[in-house]
C-alpha cells in the first residue's frame, strides 16, 4: 500500500496550490481518502476527506469555501486545491487512505498514510 504526495511549495498569501495524492491501486479502490495537515508542536488535523464514491465530501471549518478536494479514478488520484492561501494554512500535508468508503474526520479511522508535502505560505 503505497500513497505519494506531492505539489507543496512556497507562495504567497491568496496564491493557490493544487496537492496531488497518488495511490496503489488497491488502497484507491478500496476506500475514502483524505487530507490532514500537521505544524510542529501540534496535533495533526483534519483538512478535508471524500467518500470512496465521491459523491460525500467533508471539510474543516477553517478551510471551508476554499480548498477542494477530489478524486480522479482513471490516475488513482486525490487531489487538494487551495485557493485563497492564508499564512496559518501553512503545514506539512498529508493525505490518508481507509480500507472502508465512508469519508470521517478521524484521524485514527484511517489505515495508511502518505510521506507529507511541505505547503508554506508567506504574508
Known amino acids: 500500500v503505497q500513497l505519494q504526495a506531492s505539489g507543496g511549495g512556497l507562495v504567497q498569501a491568496g496564491d493557490s496550490l493544487r496537492l496531488s495524492c497518488a495511490a496503489s491501486e ?35 471549518d477553517s478551510v471551508e469555501d ?4 477530489s478524486k480522479d479514478n482513471a490516475k488513482n488520484t486525490v487531489y487538494l486545491q487551495m485557493n485563497s492561501l492564508k499564512p496559518e494554512d501553512t503545514a506539512v500535508y498529508y493525505c490518508a487512505a481507509r480500507r472502508l468508503k465512508a469519508a470521517t474526520r478521524l484521524r485514527n479511522e484511517y489505515d495508511y498514510w502518505g510521506q507529507g508535502t511541505l505547503v508554506t505560505v508567506s504574508s
Open 26 to 60: 488497491r488502497t484507491f479502490s478500496s476506500g475514502a481518502m483524505a487530507w490532514f495537515r500537521q505544524t510542529p508542536g501540534k496535533e495533526r488535523e483534519f483538512v478535508a476527506a471524500i467518500s470512496w464514491s465521491g459523491l460525500s465530501t467533508f471539510y474543516a
Open 66 to 69: 476554499r480548498f477542494t478536494i
